[in-house]
T-cell receptor, first 112, second 114 residues
Framework: AQTVTQSQPEMSVQEAETVTLSCTYD???????LFWYKQPPSRQMILVIR??????QNATENRFSVNFQKAAKSFSLKISDSQLGDTAMYFC?????????FGQGTRLTINP | DTGVSQNPRHKITKRGQNVTFRCDPI?????LYWYRQTLGQGPEFLTY????????KSRLLSDRFSAERPKGSFSTLEIQRTEQGDSAMYLC????????????FGSGTRLTVV
């Protein structure tokens, strides 16, 4: 069974700083996707970035990038030049048997 | 398309009462998922549909829970004889079967059982 672990329950940084959120996972699959979702306070969850496991190049979406280490089963999210609007819960997710398995989440606060 | 719509946004009910939530997915999405999220935790899978067929149910979905998706469009999630432990956010998401993990989520229904 797929498992996803996020070991940082909360993080807090100053605006414009760079922050990295950690995620480790376990899967027996060789080809798979990994995702980071953002859930702002009282708002719906949205997809931030996805990574295909067979691609060696790390995915990048504007200020968001990942560090994907397949052998270590690690998938961290880096947010550069953080903004107040980045304040949210962030979830790492892995597909498992036709559904997504989510980690416990990291509550990120960007301080002005 | 206005995305995934969930109603109601909030529901407060007394223990023992039945409640029903509705989810309207994106029209061209044939998969629909229900998740439950408790405070400070990640979403936990409950069940999913492909078109009108319910293909998988989690062990979290006790006999008091039932979900339907008639005609493969909107879906309802009913909880009978609610318990305080049912208090949570119930999230609905939809996707195309060909899309891996690219869910579109609704805003959720927050259930409080008093």
């Amino acid at each position: 069974a797929q498992t996803v672990t996020q070991s940082q329950p909360e993080m807090s940084v100053q605006e414009a700083e760079t922050v990295t959120l950690s995620c480790t996972y376990d899967t027996s699959e060789n080809n798979y996707y990994l995702f980071w979702y953002k859930q702002p306070p009282s708002r719906q969850m949205i997809l931030v970035i996805r990574q295909e496991a067979y691609k060696q190049q790390n995915a990048t979406e504007n200020r968001f990038s990942v560090n994907f280490q397949k052998a270590a089963k690690s998938f961290s999210l880096k947010i550069s030049d953080s903004q107040l609007g980045d304040t949210a819960m962030y979830f790492c997710a892995l597909p498992g048997a036709q559904k997504l398995v989510f980690g416990q989440g990291t509550r990120l606060t960007i301080n002005p | 398309d206005t995305g995934v719509s969930q109603n109601p946004r909030h529901k407060i009910t007394k223990r023992g009462q039945n409640v029903t939530f509705r989810c309207d997915p994106i029209s061209e999405h044939n998969r629909l998922y229900w998740y439950r999220q408790t405070l400070g935790q990640g979403p936990e899978f409950l069940t999913y549909f492909q078109n009108e067929a319910q293909l998988e149910k989690s062990r979290l979905l006790s006999d008091r829970f039932s979900a339907e998706r008639p005609k493969g469009s909107f879906s309802t999630l009913e909880i009978q004889r609610t318990e305080q432990g049912d208090s949570a956010m119930y999230l609905c998401a939809s996707s195309r079967a060909s899309t891996v993990g690219g869910y579109t989520f609704g805003s959720g229904t927050r259930l409080t059982v008093v």
